[in-house]
């Protein structure tokens, strides 16, 4: 296994509509355990293939991380097929680093998708989970989330997130 190279919210690879992933291969098998290799050692919660450059419908989530449990969550070609009331809560992305939100979500989400086996999951999240889920997944349409916000808070995050960049650069 292997740490990857997160891609920051500049890169165009993170306004790709993913592609579905037909053919569940050996590659796809080592992309999803560099991906868990990657949020681990990057204290995330979830990561979306196209944050490390690969603009298929690939997401692995794991909320165990911080209590040293890895529960690893790998889905392939997930879709949200039911969801329910609302929640507000902090959020943050490893492709926008130091930089964190209030954002808006539903409280309650079932997601289906496939597992590296092919077999079908199914699985309802609540509160942080379904917050993961929803915010990784619209890493696949091209999303970030300060684009939940109103232009005038996204600005000023976006220029505080240029100034951490440039900060780091230095
Ligand atoms: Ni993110």
Redesign the pocket.
Known sequence: MSVLTIKNCLDPVLRKKCDLIQDINENLVTLSEDMIETMYAATGVGLAAN?VGIASRLIVVDLGFKEEKHEPLIIVNPVITASEEEQIGQEG???IPEVYADVKRFQQVEVKGVDLNGKDVRLEAEGFMARAFQ?EMD?LEGKLFWDMLGKVKRDMLKRKFKKILKEMQE
């Open positions: 944050q992305c490893l492709s915010h890493h």
